[in-house]
């Protein structure tokens, strides 16, 4: 065995199944469970346990229950990878099953590579030797693929941050090497307190995206929903509703919407990613224009549309021709200002669109429980597909971010202790190595050439 | 007709300091060893700073001594200062360098090779290698010397320094010599590329030597060595070393300095592109420095004495390729070298190395066997990574003769494992330094304990005796002994105890602590601790030096065995030496052409490749599995 650190992973297809599966496979496997798992009444732990029994209970993220499973448990060679096994079968959904994931992964197991547990059930023999191809092709296909969706969906801006802050990074670790390796032309005198500073703003802007990825936002997960509807339906009324926070400019004159808004929502589990779009009509203002054109492109390749109506007015041109395009594709309808008095027709509706149509009030709140309802339905029966590899990027990112922050604290508190400086630079290089995993840099020989590049070293 | 003079068993050529490790290695192994040099005056010279050691230098030579090489030993008899660099940084970082005096050291090095059994030094100019086909490689043969003489042996180790090729420039001037005006060594390139060996074409550079007596010292600031000087070797008496020792001084460079350099760019050859040669970016020249760091208002400028038979100094931090009028101009603007006279002039020299990726990690080449390499020829630069080399390089030329399986060290056992790692799997461009931190586990290569990892190698290699053997066997049970000891001893918060602790700005005993606990307090030291600990046994200072460091950075230690673990695990995985990366089905191409260039030894150098992706080593994995159960 060459690998016997313990790792997870999820699984099941993520999305489109009742019961979500977390499993762990290493040495540890069964420790690393003991410490999340809460046998039901018990104080027994899974260690204790026999193998090949099934065992009932909570997963814990500390005193908050996360969800209610059973957990079988596999040791060691009897299972599939031939290590020690533990499979935590949850409710799945997503935002469940990932939680226990990243629940397993904080309590001391590593992410998976991908196609990692067949290639440990090969190595150790579990796999018969004529399929040993097949094992090759899963390992090479998974990471083609987690590569692909790895660095094409992280956000440019995101990008861009992490970037920022590993430049910050090795540039600090690049002048305590400087000095270390040159103490007589670059003196570390009084650097300690200059760091401080330094990693204090690190620290700010790694818990900023530590946030921003358990809201989903550091990559394009989930479900890509458009909002579709002529000028001034309610669009952007009901995106803040979804939201909840005063997001898009709301006014009550048409068009006021001209950029294309994007916002991640969590509903009943299902990741949404919300696209708000100017209104679709014919326009001569030629900002306008522009927004239109980018929300039927944006629609083009939407998983799912939701589609407003504005009530109180008249079915125009502009509706005519977005029912005409969602006839075919996945998509709700909603009659929005239910609060006002109604002159379209919900039948005529029905059978141009080829829609059900839930009445709302975005203005007013009301019906936004049938839309979840709708939502949720349609996704759990399978109607929208959906990338669950890009979730388990998103839970990468997340991990590699926070262990991160653990090591600027880590410097922080080196700095505190009056530890020397060579001792910041492990830590340092930690960070700079757990951001690298991210933006799909690796180190090489970037701090050699930092060193010379911007220090004055030598004889 | 070719005669052959004699037949040996191995055979060094070049007398530099890879030179000499390698040919008293062989020696002492047993062998018959010839070492060549083209002048017997210049064994062992110091053509560049007159100092050995220095950050992560300094690791390296007390390596080098813990296997059983000869360095740390001369320059411990031959030093005129001593300073223990980053004293005030961690352990891991701190540093020894000695300003050594040249010629001295020069002198004793040759005493010792003049004074060893089955070693011949013979002043000669070796011109060819002689390989003959075997089992589908060459093998060496033999080496031929300009005059024509063949000498027959089994090992080769070349160690030619910058002298392959050679050529000196300063200005327009250009001279096809060594450093120093020695002669250079033309014709060992041809034959090394017809036995298919890819060469570069490195550079490196000097600055000038000024006589003493010109110089204003009373402008410069003075720097005094070490008030108790720490012995390189472990075999060396701490106390019969403490002596008398020279100053350095230091001064800087100014604006007037960089206008002068700037005004006579156009003359450099280094920017006229008159040196073709990769130079170094860790020893730049002057003109180098000013032009690549324009806001820096002034440089450091360290003189050092080459010695105290000579009235030369070395001026640190000036080396220069430029015209020696502009030289002249340039030295004098510095404070206390306005009257400056120059003894030798600064230059620039470029050589002919190899590309040490045509090298297995034992410093034989893949291709041909029975030859070996090491120091500048390996595209590394410094005496000490020189030192490493060659030693290595001897020892394994001569593990090749006995039949025993030649030696690796790894990058979690030495930097000499990091060196030749790096110099043998990455892509290396300029002349290698050492430097700290290019070592990932370098909180475990202390120079502090080189001996607890290194004496037990250098026994098995055979270069250490039994009696240093059995001490450090005797220094590892000592220091678990006594941290097991400080671990399960309690103290309470008695008056004698919080006294101390209030008198060293430590916090005071709320309840009981062992003395381990203690001593982990950044602000206490085990020495202090004495104090309170009636039942300490008499240790020696290198073992109370060890209990101290393994305590107080526990943590952080634990840390590091443990990512050295994973790495052994990849580095235990062994793949065939000769094998083809193209019936690989599955791995990308750029994988495939990078590990059949470099041949590594096993999966942990394979991944270290750039170009080779974790997927290409999983691939591999399942490969090597696949080809195990077949």
Known sequence: MVNTDTIAAIATAMGNSGIGIVRISGDEAVEIADRIFKLKGGKEKLADKKSHTIHYGFICDGEEVIDEVLVMLMKGPRSFTAEDTVEIDCHGGMLVTRRILEAVLKAGARLADPGEFTKRAFLNGRIDLS????????????????????????????????????????????????????????????????????????????????????????????????????????????????????????????????????????????????????????????????????????????????YVVDGSRDLDENDYQIMEFIKNRKAVVLLNKSDLDQVVSVEEIMEKSGHAVIAISAKKESGIDKLEEEIKSLFYEGEIDFNDQVMITNVRHAQALREAYDSVLMVKRSVEDGMPEDFYSIDLMNAYEKLGLIIGESVEDDLVNEIFSKFCMGK | MPFVEEIYDIAIVGAGHAGCEAALAAARLGFETIMFTVSVDSIALMPCNPNIGGSSKGHLVRELDALGGEMGKVIDKTFIQSKMLNESKGPAVHSLRAQADKQDYTREMRSVLENTDHLTIRQAEVTEILTEEYESKRRIIGVKTYSGATYKCRAVVLATGTYLNARCIYGEISNPTGPNGLQAATHLTDSLIANGVEMYRFKTGTPARIDKRSIDFTKMEEQFGDERVVPFSFSTDPDSIQKEQV??????????????????????????????????????????????????????????????????????????????????????????????????????????????????????????????????????????????????????????????????????????????????????????RMMTSRAEYRLLLRQDNADLRLRKIGYEMGLISEEQYQYILWKE???????????????????????????????????????????????????????????????????????????????????????????????????????????????????????????????????????????????LMVHLEQLGRK
């Open chain 1, 131 to 306: 399929q040993a191809e097949a094992v090759i092709d899963v390992i090479n296909a998974k990471n083609e693929y987690a590569l692909k969706s790895s660095v094409g969906q992280l956000r440019g801006s995101v990008s861009k941050r992490i970037k920022d802050l590993r430049d910050k990074i090795i540039f600090e670790i690049a002048f305590i090497e400087s000095a270390l390796d040159d103490p007589e032309h670059i003196s570390l005198d009084g650097y300690g307190e200059k760091l401080m500073g330094v990693v204090e703003d690190m620290g700010v802007e790694l818990c900023k995206l530590i946030k921003s990825s358990s809201n989903g936002r550091v990559v394009s997960e989930g479900v890509k929903t458009v909002i579709l509807g002529k000028p001034n339906a309610g669009k952007s009324s009901l995106m803040n509703v979804l939201v909840g926070e005063d997001r898009a400019i709301v006014t009550d004159i048409a068009g006021t919407t001209r950029d294309i808004l994007e916002e991640h929502i969590y509903l009943q589990g299902i990741s949404l990613n919300v696209v708000d779009t100017a209104g679709i009509r014919d326009t001569d203002d030629v900002v306008e224009k522009i927004g239109v054109t980018r929300a039927m492109s944006a629609a083009e390749d939407a998983d799912l549309i939701i």
């Open chain 2, 247 to 432: 100053s350095c001084w230091l001064t800087y460079t100014n604006e007037r300095t960089h206008e002068i350099i700037r005004a006579n760019l156009d003359r450099s050859p280094l920017f006229s592109g008159a040196i073709e040669g990769t130079g170094p970016r860790y020893c730049p020249s002057i003109e180098d420095k000013v032009v690549k760091f324009p806001d820096k208002e002034r440089h450091q400028v360290f003189v050092e004495p080459e010695g105290i038979h000579t009235n030369e100094m070395y001026i640190g931090g000036m080396s220069s390729s430029l015209p020696e009028d502009v030289q002249y101009a340039m030295y004098r603007t510095v404070p206390g070298l306005e009257n400056a006279r120059i003894v030798r002039n600064a230059y620039a020299i470029e050589y002919d190395c190899i590309n040490p990726r045509q090298l297995n990690a034992t410093l034989e080449f893949k291709n041909i066997d029975g030859l070996f390499s090491g120091g500048q020829f390996n595209g590394s630069s410094g005496y000490e990574e020189a030192a490493v080399q060659g030693f290595m390089a001897g020892v394994n030329a001569a593990r090749k003769l006995q039949g025993k399986e030649l030696i690796v060290l790894d990058r979690s056992q030495a930097y000499i494992g990091v060196l030749i790692d790096d110099l043998v799997t990455k892509e290396n461009r300029e002349p290698y």
């Open chain 2, 477 to 619: 049970q000592a220091i678990e002994e006594e941290i097991e000891r400080l671990e399960k001893k309690t103290i309470g918060g008695n008056e004698k105890v919080q006294t101390f602790l209030e008198k060293h700005n430590s916090t005071l005993l709320k309840s009981g602590s062992t003395l381990a606990e203690l001593v982990k307090r950044p602000e206490l030291t085990y020495k202090e601790l004495a104090e309170l600990d009636e039942e300490r046994p008499n240790l020696p200072e290198d073992v109370q030096v060890q209990v101290d460091i393994n305590l107080k950075y526990a943590g952080y230690i634990k840390r590091q065995m443990q990512q050295v673990a994973q790495f052994k695990k990849l580095e235990s995985r062994k793949l065939p030496a000769d094998f083809d990366y193209n019936t690989v089905k599955s791995l990308r191409l750029e994988a495939v052409q990078k590990l059949n260039m470099f041949k590594p030894l096993n999966i942990g150098q394979a991944s270290r490749i750039s170009g080779v992706s974790p997927a290409d080593i999983s691939v």
